[in-house]
């Protein structure tokens, strides 16, 4: 399992955040693997982060750019280290 910090857009954060948007395509320069977690930063907030864990992935390229991945997530609790 990997950690991932990634940049996203507000729109898409706010999709993910409500539950419509459910999965994440992203170019596979990071070797990504089911049970990763992917830590989006909150565009609008500095310390903002939000998480979800890679549930299942799609790289078969009938249905994906080359070297693109199209990955499930499920959103999950960050703790935070002030958590800890």
């Known amino acids: 399992m990997n950690i991932h910090h990634l940049k996203i857009e507000e729109k898409y954060l706010n ?3 409500d539950g419509s948007k459910t999965f ?8 990504y ?4 977690i992917l830590v989006f930063q909150d565009p609008r907030e ?6 979800a ?3 299942f ?8 750019k080359e ?4 990955m499930s997530i499920k959103p999950m609790k960050l703790i935070t ?4």
């Open 57 to 64: 992935m799609i790289s078969d390229e009938r249905f994906c």
């Open 53 to 55: 864990i890679v549930t």
């Open 24 to 31: 994440e395509i992203r170019f596979n320069d990071r070797d």
């Open 67 to 70: 070297n693109f991945v199209v």
């Open 81 to 84: 280290e002030e958590q800890q």
């Open 33 to 36: 693997q089911v049970g990763d």
């Open 46 to 51: 500095e310390n903002g982060q939000y998480a």
């Open 15 to 17: 999709a993910i955040k």
